[in-house]
């Protein structure tokens, strides 16, 4: 797409939409439910969308795992083979998804964010730590990240949620240090699909740049707040953002109408 197709206006939207969508993400992880469904009504084509989405959605997972790196709120020699891992499964489901109809993404995203809205709702272990670990590290490691890493390299919204739901419900992790690590998982999930998107040629620069710079604006300050807001807001956030985003982008599909 030419840069002409975009006014300006319109690049200023989706420039405030990747601030809030990195904000978000860092907190909360699903910061693609709101950046890919903007992209996606914006027009750009579908596979374009996705890979304009891991373009900008990396600067911010970059940002973020970066301040998590520097003040030491997660060790790089633990999560290094846990990035290995999620890493490999995104570069499948990156490859996978340039051979599928695309127009089944319609589907997926409601179904995505209801089904985080419900387990978030739900599940008492989003709560309070649970101390027991259900799925030893190697088990964790194999068996539980790359189907995750597969589904962000496939479609991607909701990665940053659904990792943090795995170390709470499958290693004991409480809800912040999940989501902490969750950031370096999910970093590693989108350099991986970028790489293949970017070979592929499905890229919209000049948004993608954009949103880049908002995205690193959004994550900086979720960076900070994390370790200082309390879990149960943290609950509230995600519930209050994935409910928002599934009436919004039914509405825009007019299946409300």
């Known amino acids: ?33 709101i950046s890919l469904p903007a992209l996606i009504l914006a027009g750009v084509p579908p596979l374009a969308a996705l890979g304009t989405n891991k373009l900008q959605g990396s600067m911010g997972t970059a ?15 633990e999560s290094k083979p846990l990035m290995q891992s ?33 387990y978030f709702v739900a599940s008492p272990l989003m709560k309070k730590k649970s101390n027991k670990n259900h799925l030893s590290s190697g088990a964790y490691k194999n068996s539980v990240l790359p189907p995750i890493g597969f589904y962000d390299g496939m479609f991607g919204p909701g990665t940053g949620s659904f990792f943090a739901l795995a170390g709470v419900s499958c290693r004991g992790h409480d809800l912040i ?12 999930t989108n350099v991986a ?46 519930v209050i953002m994935s409910t928002s985003m599934l009436v919004k982008y039914s509405y825009s599909m007019g299946w409300l109408n």
Do not use: C
């Not at 197709?5 to 439910?33: N, P």
């Not at 970066?66 to 790089?76: G, P």
């Open 177 to 188: 240090t999940s989501t902490a690590i969750a950031k370096s998982l999910n970093f590693a």
């Open 1 to 33: 797409m030419e840069i002409a197709s975009f006014s300006i206006e319109l690049l200023s939207f989706l420039f405030i939409i990747a601030i809030v969508a990195g904000l978000i993400d860092t907190l909360a992880g699903g910061g693609g439910l």
């Open 193 to 238: 699909s970028l790489i293949i998107f970017l070979a592929a040629g499905h890229v919209v620069w000049v948004v993608g740049l954009i949103m880049m710079l908002g995205q690193a604006i959004g994550a900086h300050f979720g960076a900070h707040f994390l370790f200082k807001i309390k879990p149960s807001y943290l609950r509230l956030v995600v």
């Open 86 to 118: 999620a890493f490999i499964g995104a570069t499948i489901g990156a490859i996978a998804v340039q051979f599928i109809n695309t127009d089944v993404l319609s589907f997926v995203i409601p179904m995505v964010l209801l089904l985080i809205v419900v």
């Open 63 to 77: 940002t973020a795992t970066y301040l998590m790196f520097r003040n030491r709120r997660i060790n790089y020699r």
